[in-house]
């Protein structure tokens, strides 16, 4: 009797396996499509106010930092000046512009919060960082070979991404890239390294044109940069030397070493959050058989593997341009940045019911751990980080 009953329990099909993960994955992707709609619902007047005065806060903080930089560059109050101009080139380019590019405040019809039209404080051009940001990365989060900021084209980061002698210098070469790191991503964006590692004709002719096309406009964004930063201010602040009776050069130098020194502060912590977002311990990569057929729960879990958090309070979500919170960007990038805050702790919840792996950390522990994979990975071998994307079985 007991091997009768044991026989006519139903046998689990892979077809029934199958249903069983889909119909997981589309409550997944329920749950958040629900969170998504009630927060974009409350958008409105409350987040247009925070934007505006976002806007000129950082007006104010870079009026401030360029008047303390008229003084020598000994001077305390020299050293005063280069910090708030860094502190508010940071949240212009993260907590603003960036956010602004993706469209999280076009609701308001203000050409100051235009998206498509926008242009940053950085040499990266506004066209080229839509497409190789806003559409290759976010669409293609950590799929090797569609997602090029898996390592921007020259950093091994895991050992999915084949060895070559290159990668010897990676370290170094990452240090220079995060002083010159606005640099570094506009000429990233026209693929040169393919020149150094490509052997194919057709292709480095593909690569050769495609430089041809972009350079027009990164050449136009490097003299707008120059001239803003290295000329104009400098000559405006030797004036201002010249008339209060201290010289011209004194002035000219002063104001010139603060914004090279301004923007240096801030490429290096740009390079900090992004890096720490992206690639500590716990990150995923994936390969484009990954996202055949992908559905909104796949891309909702690709998202969310391919991410990390910051965790700090207010301060550190303002200087991160809320890139803290870098799962709920990328969950949801075109929502108010501002808004990710109160959606954090529920976007946990989620995951901890589908048994999704919500990775976050504090600064002290993914700094180390992105430069440590940065010089373990300089050496051939290493752990493959490759994943599926499938919701954990209970």
Known sequence: MAHASHAMLPVPRMDDADATADARLAAFAAELDALRAETMAQVGERDARYVVALLWTIRGLESLGRILLLGAPWWPTWWLGAVILSISKVLQSGEFAHNVMHGQYDWMKDPRFEGKTHDWDLACTKEDWRHSHNFLHHHYTNVLGLD????????????????????????????????????????????????????????RGQVKARIQALWPNYRAKIWRQVKKDYLLWPLVGGAVSWVLGAGFMPGWLAILLGHAMANVMRNVWNFIVIFCGHFPEGVATFEQADIEGETQGHWYLRQIMGSVNIRGGFVMQMLTGHLSHQIEHHLFPDMPSRRYVDIAPRVRAICERHGVRYNEGSLLWLWPSVAWRILRYTFPGGQRIRQAVVLPTH
Not at 170 to 184: C, S
């Open 148 to 203: 090029r900021d898996f390592g921007y084209g020259a950093i091994r980061l895991s050992a999915d991404v084949p060895w070559e002698p290159r990668h010897l210098i990676q370290l170094p070469y990452a240090l220079i890239g995060a002083f010159v790191f606005e640099w570094a991503i506009g000429v990233y964006n026209m693929e040169l390294e393919r020149l150094l590692i490509e052997r194919d004709p057709a292709v």
